[in-house]
């Protein structure tokens, strides 16, 4: 089975507190250059970058996935991931919905660009998507599933809206199936700490804001499915992070 070096945490202009040059074409050249594979646009609170980042990612033959970093009701940023684009839209619409509405001041938090094909802004986002939403944990859960897609905790190893520092502990019963690390040497730590981790799936991604934040391609996933088929790539992807080893 072929094997994809991945990063399945990485923010666009979209999200405020990244760099305005994180442009869907900049992100796919950078990934590529890093010798990335399997990527993910996580912008914070939506997925409206999405559609121009597959198109420039399959420019450079990097299977994109659709994706973005929830904050959740209980301030958990949650990644959710999904096999199609659609899928994700459909998703982006919801928490639209479910976003605490508060106007951005980019001034303060950074711009908010939505970008067209051609990488150019075509329009700025007005109320700040780094708000938390009325979506909690469970029911993003159940939303993304629904969706075909898959959620689970974002950098549980960091004290910013990482799940076990703002619940104090990791839940003996999670729902979900997978979480991320920001760092791959906290692994047996945390497994030491929480052993149900040691039954999940888990992912080490960057969270990159800047260009020079993004994998370098020392991560990989083993997936049984064939690079020129991108769909069964994300297929595939979805499949293992919803792998439950118990």
């Given at each position: 089975?072929p094997?994809?070096?991945?990063?399945?945490?990485?923010?666009?202009?979209?999200?405020?507190?990244?760099d305005?040059?994180?442009?869907?074409?900049?992100?796919?050249?950078?990934?590529?250059?890093?010798?990335?594979h399997?990527?993910?646009?996580?912008?914070?609170?939506?997925?409206?970058?999405?559609?121009?980042?597959?198109?420039?990612?399959?420019?450079y033959?990097?299977?994109?996935?659709?994706?973005?970093?929830?904050?959740?009701?209980?301030?958990?940023?949650?990644?959710?991931?999904?096999c199609?684009?659609?899928s994700?839209m459909?998703?982006?619409?919801i928490?639209?919905?479910?976003l605490?509405?508060?106007?951005?001041?980019?001034?303060?938090?950074?711009h908010?660009?939505?970008?067209?094909?051609?990488?150019?802004p075509?329009?700025?986002?007005?109320?700040?998507v780094?708000?938390?939403?009325?979506l909690?944990?469970?029911?993003?859960?159940?939303?993304?599933?629904s969706l075909?897609?898959?959620?689970?905790?974002?950098?549980?190893?960091?004290e910013?809206?990482?799940?076990?520092?703002?619940?104090g502990?990791?839940?003996?019963?999670?729902?979900?199936?997978?979480?991320?690390?920001?760092?791959?040497?906290?692994?047996?730590?945390?497994?030491?700490?929480?052993?149900?981790?040691?039954?999940?799936s888990?992912?080490?991604?960057?969270?990159?804001?800047?260009?020079?934040?993004?994998?370098?391609?020392s991560?990989?996933?083993t997936?049984?499915?064939?690079a020129d088929?991108?769909q069964?790539?994300r297929?595939?992807?979805?499949a293992?992070?919803?792998?439950?080893r118990?």
């Amino acid at each position: 089975m072929p094997a994809y070096n991945y990063d399945l945490h990485v923010h666009s202009c979209l999200s405020p507190c990244a760099d305005d040059d994180m442009t869907p074409a900049n992100i796919a050249g950078m990934a590529s250059i890093n010798g990335l594979h399997l990527l993910a646009l996580t912008d914070h609170n939506s997925s409206k970058n999405c559609p121009a980042f597959f198109r420039h990612a399959a420019r450079y033959g990097i299977v994109p996935v659709a994706g973005m970093e929830l904050t959740t009701s209980e301030d958990i940023h949650a990644i959710c991931l999904f096999c199609d684009l659609e899928s994700a839209m459909k998703f982006d619409r919801i928490v639209e919905e479910r976003l605490i509405r508060v106007k951005n001041k980019p001034e303060i938090f950074g711009h908010q660009y939505v970008v067209n094909d051609q990488d150019e802004p075509i329009r700025e986002i007005e109320d700040l998507v780094i708000n938390a939403t009325t979506l909690d944990l469970s029911e993003a859960f159940s939303l993304v599933d629904s969706l075909g897609g898959v959620c689970y905790p974002a950098h549980i190893d960091r004290e910013a809206n990482g799940i076990v520092a703002t619940l104090g502990t990791f839940p003996e019963d999670p729902p979900y199936t997978a979480f991320e690390l920001a760092c791959g040497d906290a692994l047996e730590s945390y497994r030491e700490r929480f052993p149900i981790l040691d039954r999940l799936s888990y992912v080490v991604s960057s969270d990159a804001h800047q260009l020079w934040n993004l994998s370098d391609g020392s991560n990989a996933l083993t997936l049984n499915a064939p690079a020129d088929d991108p769909q069964a790539v994300r297929r595939a992807l979805i499949a293992y992070l919803k792998t439950n080893r118990r």
